[in-house]
């Protein structure tokens, strides 16, 4: 099953330096909740960007209590065993939200999603902001939006290290 693990760059630079993240992990994956929000007949491929997106942005809400990482949303796509991963299971919130009990090697690493430096703006603003919009903010919504306005590039495994070193 894939799922989306938001991160921050700190965290990304562990994953090189050990090879490996302990989990459990909260991710993101099409989950019964997801799929029974968007359209049934919805395809893979669109419910996947769905949870990308969600866990891009948790990935704020990371940054956030990580002061020392870039303010860039970053999100690693991951292979893990079906029976490894429990929906979170609120319809309401988080409907892609699982809970993924292995740990992550670089190997099971299918790609990082991270933003580009025209991002660190608005990253910057929207992360002192996330938990308001959560909260129903219209104004802090705003400035999430704005952040989440801008996609997020595509890595494969081997260019993770590059990426990390032009920042």
Known sequence: ???YLPATTNLLRQLLQEGRLVGPHTVFAVTPELRGFYDLDA???ELEYAALLAAAR???????????SHRRRVVLAADVPDG????LGDPDTDRGAARAE???????????????AEAEDDVRRAVGVVLEADLGS???QFVVDQAEGHELAWY????IGPALDLL
């Open 1 to 3: 099953m894939r799922v």
């Open 43 to 45: 395809d893979d491929e």
């Open 58 to 68: 948790a990935s704020l809400r990371l940054v956030d209590v990580d002061p020392g």
């Open 84 to 87: 490894a991963v429990t929906p």
């Open 102 to 116: 292995v740990e992550l090697t670089l190997a099971e690493i299918a790609s990082a999603h991270i933003d580009v």
């Open 138 to 140: 219209a104004d802090a």
């Open 156 to 159: 494969a495994t081997q260019e």
